[in-house]
Protein backbone atom coordinates (compact mmCIF):
# COMPACT_ATOMS: atom_id res chain seq x y z
CA UNK A 1 0.00 0.00 0.00
CA UNK A 2 1.15 3.38 -0.83
CA UNK A 3 0.62 6.13 1.83
CA UNK A 4 0.67 9.73 0.99
CA UNK A 5 0.27 12.78 4.20
CA UNK A 6 -1.64 15.41 3.11
CA UNK A 7 -0.36 18.28 4.79
CA UNK A 8 -2.43 21.46 5.38
CA UNK A 9 0.29 22.93 6.98
CA UNK A 10 0.01 23.83 11.41
CA UNK A 11 -2.08 25.75 13.21
CA UNK A 12 -2.83 26.50 16.56
CA UNK A 13 -6.42 26.01 18.00
CA UNK A 14 -7.38 27.41 21.71
CA UNK A 15 -10.92 26.65 23.70
CA UNK A 16 -13.09 28.74 20.35
CA UNK A 17 -11.76 25.50 18.34
CA UNK A 18 -10.22 28.40 15.73
CA UNK A 19 -7.69 26.93 13.85
CA UNK A 20 -5.02 29.79 13.20
CA UNK A 21 -1.91 28.73 11.02
CA UNK A 22 0.95 28.61 12.55
CA UNK A 23 3.98 28.93 10.56
CA UNK A 24 7.40 28.16 12.97
CA UNK A 25 9.44 30.01 11.39
CA UNK A 26 7.41 33.26 11.93
CA UNK A 27 5.11 32.85 14.78
CA UNK A 28 5.83 32.14 18.47
CA UNK A 29 3.13 29.88 20.33
CA UNK A 30 4.00 31.84 23.76
CA UNK A 31 1.68 34.86 21.11
CA UNK A 32 -1.25 32.55 21.31
CA UNK A 33 -3.80 32.08 23.86
CA UNK A 34 -3.00 30.39 26.49
CA UNK A 35 -3.23 26.65 26.73
CA UNK A 36 -3.47 26.87 22.66
CA UNK A 37 -2.50 23.28 21.33
CA UNK A 38 -0.21 23.19 18.64
CA UNK A 39 -1.36 20.32 15.75
CA UNK A 40 -0.93 19.71 12.08
CA UNK A 41 -3.98 19.31 9.88
CA UNK A 42 -2.89 16.19 7.76
CA UNK A 43 -5.20 13.79 5.83
CA UNK A 44 -4.15 10.78 4.33
CA UNK A 45 -4.55 8.80 0.61
CA UNK A 46 -3.61 5.28 0.96
CA UNK A 47 -3.44 3.63 -2.54
CA UNK A 48 -4.36 -0.29 -2.55
CA UNK A 49 -4.70 -2.44 -5.07
CA UNK A 50 -8.85 -2.30 -4.91
CA UNK A 51 -9.15 1.73 -4.18
CA UNK A 52 -7.59 5.44 -3.47
CA UNK A 53 -8.51 6.03 0.06
CA UNK A 54 -9.04 9.57 1.63
CA UNK A 55 -8.93 9.28 5.39
CA UNK A 56 -10.83 12.41 6.62
CA UNK A 57 -10.96 15.39 4.82
CA UNK A 58 -9.11 18.53 5.97
CA UNK A 59 -9.91 22.05 6.99
CA UNK A 60 -11.55 22.84 3.65
CA UNK A 61 -9.83 25.60 3.66
CA UNK A 62 -8.83 27.20 -0.07
CA UNK A 63 -5.62 28.23 -1.93
CA UNK A 64 -5.04 31.92 -2.95
CA UNK A 65 -6.89 31.27 -6.42
CA UNK A 66 -10.13 29.41 -4.92
CA UNK A 67 -8.97 26.01 -5.44
CA UNK A 68 -9.82 23.60 -2.55
CA UNK A 69 -6.44 22.56 -0.31
CA UNK A 70 -6.90 19.05 -0.49
CA UNK A 71 -7.51 18.91 -4.01
CA UNK A 72 -4.51 20.82 -4.73
CA UNK A 73 -2.09 18.65 -2.18
CA UNK A 74 -3.61 15.76 -4.05
CA UNK A 75 -2.80 16.93 -7.55
CA UNK A 76 0.70 17.17 -6.30
CA UNK A 77 0.65 13.92 -5.37
CA UNK A 78 -0.50 12.97 -9.16
CA UNK A 79 -4.14 11.96 -8.01
CA UNK A 80 -7.22 13.45 -9.81
CA UNK A 81 -10.06 13.95 -6.57
CA UNK A 82 -12.24 12.04 -9.60
CA UNK A 83 -10.27 9.11 -8.34
CA UNK A 84 -10.70 9.24 -4.93
CA UNK A 85 -13.21 5.94 -4.55
CA UNK A 86 -13.92 5.86 -0.69
CA UNK A 87 -13.21 8.47 1.78
CA UNK A 88 -13.20 7.55 4.99
CA UNK A 89 -14.16 9.10 8.21
CA UNK A 90 -13.09 8.89 11.53
CA UNK A 91 -15.56 12.04 13.06
CA UNK A 92 -17.13 15.16 11.52
CA UNK A 93 -15.75 17.70 13.47
CA UNK A 94 -14.53 20.76 11.44
CA UNK A 95 -10.83 20.10 11.04
CA UNK A 96 -11.50 16.43 9.38
CA UNK A 97 -14.84 17.25 7.75
CA UNK A 98 -14.46 20.37 6.45
CA UNK A 99 -13.57 19.18 2.79
CA UNK A 100 -15.87 17.07 2.29
CA UNK A 101 -17.62 19.31 0.44
CA UNK A 102 -17.43 22.97 -0.93
CA UNK A 103 -19.67 26.02 -1.92
CA UNK A 104 -18.70 27.32 -5.44
CA UNK A 105 -18.79 31.21 -4.55
CA UNK A 106 -20.46 32.14 -8.35
CA UNK A 107 -23.38 29.40 -8.29
CA UNK A 108 -23.73 29.42 -4.65
CA UNK A 109 -24.43 26.09 -4.23
CA UNK A 110 -22.06 23.18 -2.34
CA UNK A 111 -20.78 20.27 -3.98
CA UNK A 112 -19.08 17.40 -2.72
CA UNK A 113 -15.62 17.97 -3.10
CA UNK A 114 -15.05 14.09 -4.00
CA UNK A 115 -17.94 12.95 -6.24
CA UNK A 116 -16.95 9.38 -7.24
CA UNK A 117 -16.64 8.57 -3.87
CA UNK A 118 -18.05 6.77 -1.35
CA UNK A 119 -18.48 8.40 1.93
CA UNK A 120 -17.93 6.30 5.27
CA UNK A 121 -19.69 7.40 8.06
CA UNK A 122 -20.74 6.63 11.48
CA UNK A 123 -24.16 6.67 11.88
CA UNK A 124 -24.76 8.12 15.11
CA UNK A 125 -21.52 10.48 14.42
CA UNK A 126 -23.65 11.72 11.83
CA UNK A 127 -27.09 12.14 13.76
CA UNK A 128 -25.17 13.96 16.55
CA UNK A 129 -23.30 16.54 13.72
CA UNK A 130 -27.02 17.17 12.59
CA UNK A 131 -28.53 17.70 15.56
CA UNK A 132 -26.24 20.89 16.09
CA UNK A 133 -25.75 20.46 19.78
CA UNK A 134 -22.19 21.04 19.35
CA UNK A 135 -20.46 23.63 17.70
CA UNK A 136 -17.36 21.37 16.90
CA UNK A 137 -18.99 19.79 13.79
CA UNK A 138 -18.86 21.05 10.13
CA UNK A 139 -22.30 21.24 9.90
CA UNK A 140 -22.69 22.76 6.50
CA UNK A 141 -20.60 19.45 4.65
CA UNK A 142 -22.71 17.02 6.94
CA UNK A 143 -25.62 18.19 6.22
CA UNK A 144 -25.20 18.44 2.57
CA UNK A 145 -23.61 14.97 2.21
CA UNK A 146 -26.45 13.60 4.52
CA UNK A 147 -28.55 14.83 1.31
CA UNK A 148 -26.61 12.55 -1.07
CA UNK A 149 -26.64 8.96 -2.22
CA UNK A 150 -23.04 9.07 -1.74
CA UNK A 151 -23.25 8.45 1.67
CA UNK A 152 -22.76 5.00 3.37
CA UNK A 153 -23.57 4.64 7.16
CA UNK A 154 -21.83 2.26 8.94
CA UNK A 155 -22.16 1.20 12.70
CA UNK A 156 -20.23 -0.70 16.04
CA UNK A 157 -17.69 -2.79 13.83
CA UNK A 158 -17.48 -4.66 10.73
CA UNK A 159 -15.33 -4.99 7.51
CA UNK A 160 -15.61 -3.17 3.92
CA UNK A 161 -14.42 -5.09 0.93
CA UNK A 162 -13.19 -8.03 3.12
CA UNK A 163 -10.26 -5.60 3.76
CA UNK A 164 -11.33 -2.43 5.51
CA UNK A 165 -11.54 -3.15 9.25
CA UNK A 166 -13.50 -0.55 11.37
CA UNK A 167 -14.35 -0.30 14.83
CA UNK A 168 -16.44 2.40 16.81
CA UNK A 169 -14.23 3.95 20.18
CA UNK A 170 -16.15 7.02 20.92
CA UNK A 171 -13.02 8.65 23.56
CA UNK A 172 -12.56 11.81 21.11
CA UNK A 173 -16.18 12.18 20.31
CA UNK A 174 -18.99 9.77 21.35
CA UNK A 175 -19.31 8.13 17.89
CA UNK A 176 -15.35 8.45 16.64
CA UNK A 177 -14.58 5.50 14.62
CA UNK A 178 -11.06 3.83 14.19
CA UNK A 179 -9.98 2.03 10.56
CA UNK A 180 -7.75 -0.86 9.94
CA UNK A 181 -6.52 -1.03 6.53
CA UNK A 182 -5.15 -5.15 5.73
CA UNK A 183 -3.53 -5.65 2.42
CA UNK A 184 -0.70 -8.30 1.74
CA UNK A 185 -0.08 -8.91 5.05
CA UNK A 186 0.60 -5.47 5.72
CA UNK A 187 -1.99 -2.85 8.50
CA UNK A 188 -2.37 0.53 8.43
CA UNK A 189 -3.92 1.85 11.20
CA UNK A 190 -5.83 5.63 11.51
CA UNK A 191 -6.72 5.93 15.15
CA UNK A 192 -8.27 9.53 13.97
CA UNK A 193 -8.34 11.88 16.92
CA UNK A 194 -8.37 9.43 19.69
CA UNK A 195 -4.55 8.50 18.40
CA UNK A 196 -3.67 11.93 17.15
CA UNK A 197 0.26 12.42 17.50
CA UNK A 198 3.04 10.00 18.11
CA UNK A 199 4.02 11.27 21.59
CA UNK A 200 0.56 10.73 23.18
CA UNK A 201 1.02 6.97 22.43
CA UNK A 202 4.44 7.06 24.50
CA UNK A 203 3.18 8.88 27.23
CA UNK A 204 0.01 8.01 29.08
CA UNK A 205 -2.37 11.26 29.90
CA UNK A 206 -5.79 12.07 29.85
CA UNK A 207 -6.18 15.12 27.52
CA UNK A 208 -8.88 17.96 28.62
CA UNK A 209 -10.95 18.27 25.01
CA UNK A 210 -11.59 14.51 24.58
CA UNK A 211 -15.16 13.89 25.40
CA UNK A 212 -13.62 10.46 27.44
CA UNK A 213 -10.38 11.01 28.01
CA UNK A 214 -9.94 8.12 30.21
CA UNK A 215 -11.01 5.70 27.53
CA UNK A 216 -9.11 7.59 25.14
CA UNK A 217 -6.17 7.45 26.98
CA UNK A 218 -6.65 3.49 27.62
CA UNK A 219 -7.32 2.92 23.63
CA UNK A 220 -3.93 4.60 23.22
CA UNK A 221 -2.07 2.33 25.01
CA UNK A 222 -3.89 -0.68 24.02
CA UNK A 223 -3.57 0.15 20.14
CA UNK A 224 0.61 0.85 21.09
CA UNK A 225 1.22 -2.41 22.35
CA UNK A 226 -1.11 -4.42 19.94
CA UNK A 227 0.87 -2.34 17.28
CA UNK A 228 4.06 -3.37 18.18
CA UNK A 229 3.36 -6.79 18.44
CA UNK A 230 1.36 -6.57 14.43
CA UNK A 231 3.37 -4.26 13.25
CA UNK A 232 0.75 -2.04 12.28
CA UNK A 233 1.60 1.48 10.33
CA UNK A 234 0.50 4.25 12.73
CA UNK A 235 -1.31 7.36 10.67
CA UNK A 236 -1.01 10.48 12.73
CA UNK A 237 -3.35 13.51 11.72
CA UNK A 238 -1.86 16.07 13.72
CA UNK A 239 1.57 15.23 14.17
CA UNK A 240 3.50 18.05 13.54
CA UNK A 241 6.75 16.01 12.65
CA UNK A 242 6.03 12.13 12.36
CA UNK A 243 2.75 11.82 9.86
CA UNK A 244 3.62 7.98 9.59
CA UNK A 245 5.34 5.46 12.11
CA UNK A 246 5.96 2.06 12.14
CA UNK A 247 8.03 0.18 14.69
ZN1 LIG B 1 -8.82 16.81 14.97
Redesign the pocket.
Given at each position: MKIIPLSEGSFTVDGTKKFVPFDPAKDNLKDRPAGSLLVEVQPFVVITEKDILLLDTGLGFTMPDGTLQIHHNLMQAGINPMEVTKVLMSHL?R??AGGISKEDAVLQQRFLSFPNATYIVNKQELEIALSKLSKSYAIDDVSMLAETDKLQLIESEGVIDDYIFYEWTGGHSPWHQAFWIKENNETVFFGG?VA?QLFQMKTKFVTKYDFDGKLAADLRVKWWEQGQKENWKFLF??DIKTPVFSF
Open positions: HDHDPYH
